[in-house]
């Protein structure tokens, strides 16, 4: 009778290929967890933040109108250390991403061997020497079946991580541009500062020199000229202070922009605070959250949390895996060279009978887990709420604030004119010039500190409001193996 006749090894690699992707093909829809993916706003919303307003450019620095604002914000958001650590962190998390993924795919290996061997053989009274060489060739595949959607879901979490970290990257970049905008206006007003106090000096040196004319005609007594000179030496002493302040915002500046110190920033110096650009319309409530990248990294973490209990829950059920191994062995000898095929299909099951809790207690933690990230989602909604609402009212405040103070700066000036015109007609005494006098150059430096603190209250609004230019961000070149 004849011999049956064997498959070849091809034939038997694509048999295995077929029988591993009919039965991924039709275990594919199955899952154990409904993964709710139109999950409800966790938090009451309220109606309106704001009145309307016109709409503002989406990179609100421009809005300034300073080039050399727009050239730091810029060069921020390329070199800035912390953005470039967290695209690391986005990278990282991109890899593992596709780590995990890689799961969904049959394993494939394959191995060669060679194995040389001599025998010697008696045969009556000969010696044969046999001399031979061994080549095993395979190719193995094994596929874990993803009946219950673990593996799905494993991968659906990790894509929706890197996403969360994506949003994490928006809201680095705000944070990054808001903190470049409000150094470069506290570096705006100490300058404009020191031009201010250094304009008082000369006022004050100038009035030092009427006493002083009134002291040499024996008007008024040294006490006049003394105090008036104490005041011209406490404005000088403000000026150290100033220039301090002035180096170390300048370094924060660089260090904002990824640069060492004395390193020149190539940017004009501003020495004028600007105005204050108009009120941005104040997204509704409802629109603010999709403006906002924390709320939606929050968002996708909850998805994640909920993709993470049905991998918990299917971990729970039994796991099948099949494998298959095709190959040939070729022998070699100095007679014959023979090849002998041979292949193989397994299939396994596995299912934890004891394990002490373990799986129930990891399916618990990750339903808490998912209770946690949802509690998190509606943390950071309340936070943007808040922070959007501090900021329109610090802003009103800051206006009525600045108003007061310029009132109080009209009746100041009035009040030293007055004085002064009564001293050098020599009804009043010193003390109500010098009084008046403090006073005037205590409202300039306050006025001057409010006006950049109004401006510092609308960037803190801008960064409240998100928006979406953080999406427009082309991703940097690597550099320096980063």
């Avoid at 992707?21 to 967890?33: D, K, L, P, W």
């Avoid at 993803?146 to 494993?154: E, F, I, K, M, S």
Wanted: charged share 25%; proline share 5%.
């Amino acid at each position: 009778m004849a011999r049956p006749r064997r498959p070849s090894m091809l034939w038997s690699t694509s048999l295995l290929a077929a029988v591993l992707a009919a039965i991924a093909v039709s275990t594919a829809g199955c899952t154990m967890h409904k993964v709710k993916t139109d999950r409800k706003v966790p938090v009451k919303l309220p109606e309106q933040l704001a009145e309307g307003g016109p709409e503002g450019p989406d990179r609100w620095w421009i809005a300034f109108g300073d080039d050399g604002l727009n050239r730091l914000v810029m060069k921020a958001l390329r070199d800035n250390y912390d953005l470039r650590r967290t695209w690391a962190r986005l990278e990282q998390s991109a890899a593992v991403a596709r780590q995990t993924g890689a799961a969904s795919l049959p394993t494939v290996q394959a191995s060669a061997d060679a194995q040389y061997s001599q025998r010697a053989l008696a045969i009556g009274n000969q010696v044969i020497d046999t001399a031979a060489w061994q080549f095993p060739l395979s190719v193995s595949a094994s596929y874990e079946l993803d009946l219950w959607g673990r593996v799905r879901a494993t991968r659906a979490a990790a894509a929706t991580d890197v996403a969360a970290t994506r949003q994490d990257l928006s809201a680095m970049a705000m944070t990054v541009a808001a903190r470049v905008g409000d150094t470069w206006l506290s570096l705006i007003e100490r300058r404009e500062q020191k031009r201010l106090i250094e304009e008082q000096i000369k006022i004050s040196e100038q009035l030092l020199q009427v006493v002083q004319g009134r002291f040499a005609q024996g008007l008024v007594s040294a006490v006049d000229v003394l105090q008036q000179r104490q005041q011209v030496e406490t404005a000088r002493g403000q000026l150290p202070l100033v220039d301090s302040a002035i180096g170390v915002l300048t370094n924060q500046l660089r260090a904002l922009l990824g640069m060492p110190p004395r390193t020149p920033l190539d940017v004009p110096e501003a020495t004028r605070i600007p105005e204050l650009p108009p009120m941005p319309a104040v997204a509704e409530p409802a629109k603010l959250l999709d403006r906002r990248p924390d709320v939606r990294a929050a968002r996708l973490r909850v998805l994640a949390a909920d993709h993470r209990v049905g991998v918990a829950l299917a971990n729970r059920f039994p796991t099948l895996r099949l494998s298959g191994q095709a190959g040939v062995t070729g022998v070699i000898t100095d007679k014959a060279t023979t090849l002998n095929p041979a292949w193989s299909l397994a299939a396994g099951v596995a299912r934890p009978l004891f394990d002490g809790g373990r799986l129930g207690a990891e399916h618990d933690r990750t339903k808490i887990a998912l209770r946690d990230s949802v509690l998190a989602w509606a943390q950071a909604i309340v936070r943007a709420l808040h922070e959007v609402d501090d900021a329109l009212t610090r802003e009103r405040q800051q206006r009525a604030h600045i108003a007061g103070l310029q009132a109080q700066l009209t009746t100041a000036r009035k009040t030293f004119d007055e004085s002064k015109r009564r001293y050098m007609t020599g009804v009043g005494d010193f003390v109500r010039v010098l009084a008046a006098e403090q006073s005037v150059q205590r409202l300039q430096r306050s006025l001057l500190s409010a006006r950049r603190q109004l401006l510092s209250h609308r960037v803190s609004l801008h960064r409240a409001m998100g928006g979406g230019w953080t999406s427009k961000l082309v991703k940097r070149s690597e550099r320096d193996g980063a």
